[in-house]
């Protein structure tokens, strides 16, 4: 009898949650939304350019062993492999010093890690036929050189030369402070995207009101200037000129204000 009695009790229950939930639905319904604000949405662009005040400079030497007979069982003389090593060794400790009579600060040069690799040279054909290629080890170290004054960078490519490297790579021209340029550059944008707003509301008539949201469309864009050089300095070659040019930083918004009413 207690369960049959249970029954007409949970069932009220049940009806009356629905009608109080139904009636909470119905009032947030029939409640008035806030219109959204009118507002002046506008996108504005900044490109400014910046003469560079600072390079990197790269730089390769090299050494290699005797070419040999290309087959399976070829195998570079280990007492060839060190010598070359060696050579490279004091081939780079000489630079080094080279450079820094230049001018140039030892923390200013970096000595990359030592690579080896094989290169292959192509004999001539006989017969009208290729002949087999020879085989030779190369063992390279990469250099590469931070140049606080551009206006030594004559005298530190000249000190290259007369040490023998065997390439120069190029040189990238860069700004030492890039926040301060990439800061200028949003700051420009934003001024602009300002200036527009301004204008257009005074062209309508309207009064802006306060900022509703800004988004940066895109990011201000900071692309070193590269220089490319003679590849080899084996080939020789006129010499390169030096006009590092300026740097160009890319930024853009996008800014709504509120139109008072």
Request: glycine share 6%.
């Amino acid at each position: 009898m207690r369960t049959v009695d249970a029954c007409p009790r949970l069932l009220s229950g049940l009806l009356l949650a629905g009608l109080i939930g139904w009636g909470a639905t119905a009032q947030a319904q029939t409640r008035p939304s806030m219109p959204a604000p009118h507002r002046i949405q506008v996108q504005a662009q900044a490109e400014i350019k910046a003469e560079p005040d600072m390079a990197t400079l790269s730089a390769r030497l090299w050494e290699r062993t005797p070419a040999i007979a290309r087959s399976e069982d070829a195998q570079t003389d280990p007492e060839a492999l060190a010598e070359a090593r060696k050579r490279l060794e004091d081939r780079t400790g000489e630079l080094i010093r080279t450079l820094e009579q230049a001018g140039v600060s030892s923390k200013a040069i970096d000595a990359g890690s030592l690579s080896v690799r094989p290169d292959y040279v192509q004999r001539p054909m006989r017969d009208n036929k290729p002949s087999e290629p020879l085989v030779r080890t190369q063992l390279e170290r990469p250099i590469s050189l931070r140049i606080d004054d551009l206006e030594r960078l004559p005298i530190i490519l000249d000190a290259l030369t007369q040490a023998g490297v065997n390439a120069l790579d190029g040189v990238t021209y860069d700004l030492k402070d890039r926040s301060a340029a990439t800061d200028d550059a949003l700051t420009q944008a934003l001024e602009k995207a300002r200036h527009k707003a301004r204008l257009m509301a005074s062209t309508l008539g309207v009064e802006l009101g306060r900022v509703l949201s800004i988004q940066e469309t895109n990011a201000p864009v900071f692309a070193p200037r590269m220089m490319a050089m003679s590849a080899d300095m084996e080939r020789g070659g006129s010499s390169p000129e030096y006009r590092p040019g300026e740097i160009t930083i890319d930024a853009e918004v996008s800014v709504a204000w509120e139109i008072k009413h």
